[in-house]
């Protein structure tokens, strides 16, 4: 008896230790979420938007305070590791895409949509200026629960503001698998020593 006795307290103490860190949840799904959304460093967070030819629209994120970093790749797909000459073809259904990292203590993600939305035109569908298909469609990949109410309630507000004459057309989304693009596209403005931005307004 003695054994089953002390077999079970063993049991439960895991399973108190499990609770506590997990935060009384019993369940590793709010944690999972939350490393996922966090970049890893002390209070920075992950957002990831797409909005046409990556090199603008990392351009322009990269320019707000309060953005501690940005990559390039493609995200919203359903082949593994694509390089950018498959995603240009249309057959991997990716976007390309931009993952941004932010201090939310200097800006909010409101105003991360705020930019999302005034940097390009949210109403073509599957294209932004010159640039057509799939690859350039608008989407916003939300990280947690919050990102998606936010972006929601964004795009409703958009829709109902009267700026644009057409409906909006932008995909809100879990955010998935992102394969960070070929080094060369990263940063490409700066390292071509080029000012402005693709189509971005």
Sequence with gaps: MKKIFFAAAAVFAVSLFSAAANGGSGTMDMDKEQIHHSSGKAGVLKAMFAAGCFWGVEAEF?????????????????????TYGEVCSGK?????????????????YDALLNAFWDMHDPTTLNRQGPDTGSQYRSVIFYFSPEQELAARRSKEQLDKSGVHKNKVVTEITP?????????????????????????TR
């Design 92 to 108: 991997t259904g990716h976007a390309e895409t931009v993952l941004v990292e932010y201090d939310p203590s200097v800006i909010a």
């Design 175 to 199: 955010a998935g698998p992102f394969y960070e693009a070929e080094e060369y596209h990263q940063r490409y403005f700066e390292k071509k020593g080029i000012k402005g931005s693709c189509h």
């Design 62 to 82: 990269a320019g707000l305070k309060g953005v501690t970093s940005t990559r390039v790749g493609y995200s919203g797909g359903h082949t593994k590791n694509p």
